[in-house]
């Protein structure tokens, strides 16, 4: 069947340090991949999206690697700051005949600390 | 300001009552999704509508109902057969196949 997975828990990391999160997959082919960011009873916020013909992308202190041999996503805040942590949403899409399903990981709570 | 409106922030139901949970965007988006997001788990696709006058099923479809009459607007009816409704639901839309943009979400709880 197929899988998201995303490291349940929380990561703790000190301001000024790269936070690194995962997003693994399996029996998944995506067009692309997102990720999204959601605070405590908000709804979530798109940050950056990659496709699967390529590797990187970066936008200010964020940058997102996509490997479909691996499977494997990985999403950096560079220079982090009490005000990154959030929970972080990995999101894939298959786009099917259905149109633009996306299917979201558990997501990875981060905490950034003084 | 453009953007996508959830309304209530927080709906009481009791047992055996369906209840409707409004969800409008002024984007001028065609696509519109319903999620479900309990404590600790990823976001479920409820319903999603590529277009006017028609939706389409997601993955937990049982219990629940949907209309597109509007571009503008997408409700979500919570029925009675829905046994365990309690989580917290996000509505979204978007234009193409990438982003999603979402609202604030509503808060059903079960008297």
């Known amino acids: 069947s197929q899988k998201i997975e995303q490291n349940s828990e929380a990561l703790n990391i000190q301001e000024g340090k790269t936070a690194t999160l995962t997003c693994n997959y399996t029996?998944?082919?995506?067009?692309?991949l997102q990720w999204y960011r959601q605070d405590p009873g908000r709804g979530p916020v798109f940050l950056l999206l990659?496709?699967?013909?390529?590797k990187e992308k970066r936008k200010e202190r964020l940058k997102v690697t996509f490997d479909t041999t691996l499977k494997q996503s990985l999403f950096h805040i560079t220079a982090s700051q009490p005000a990154d942590s959030a929970t972080y949403l990995c999101?894939?899409?298959?786009?099917?005949?259905?149109?633009?399903?996306?299917?979201f990981g558990t997501g990875t709570q981060l905490k950034v600390e003084l | 300001d453009g953007g996508i409106t959830q309304s209530p922030k927080y709906l009481f139901r009791k047992e055996g009552q369906n209840v409707t949970l409004s969800c409008e965007q002024n984007?001028?988006?065609?696509?519109m999704y319903w999620y479900r997001q309990d404590p600790g788990q990823g976001l479920r696709l409820i319903y999603y509508s590529q277009i006017v006058n028609d939706f389409q099923k997601g993955d937990i479809a049982e219990g629940y109902s949907v209309s597109r009459e509007k571009k503008e607007s997408f409700p979500l009816t919570v029925t009675s057969a829905q046994k365990n409704p309690t989580a917290f639901y996000l509505c979204?839309?978007?234009?193409?196949?990438?982003?999603?943009?979402f609202g604030p979400g509503t808060r059903l709880l079960v008297l």
């Open positions: 984007l001028n988006h065609d696509a």
């Open positions: 999101a894939l899409s298959l786009l099917t005949g259905g149109g633009n399903k996306l299917t």
């Open positions: 990659i496709r699967e013909n390529e």
């Open positions: 029996n998944y082919s995506p067009a692309y």
């Open positions: 979204a839309s978007s234009m193409g196949a990438e982003t999603q943009y």
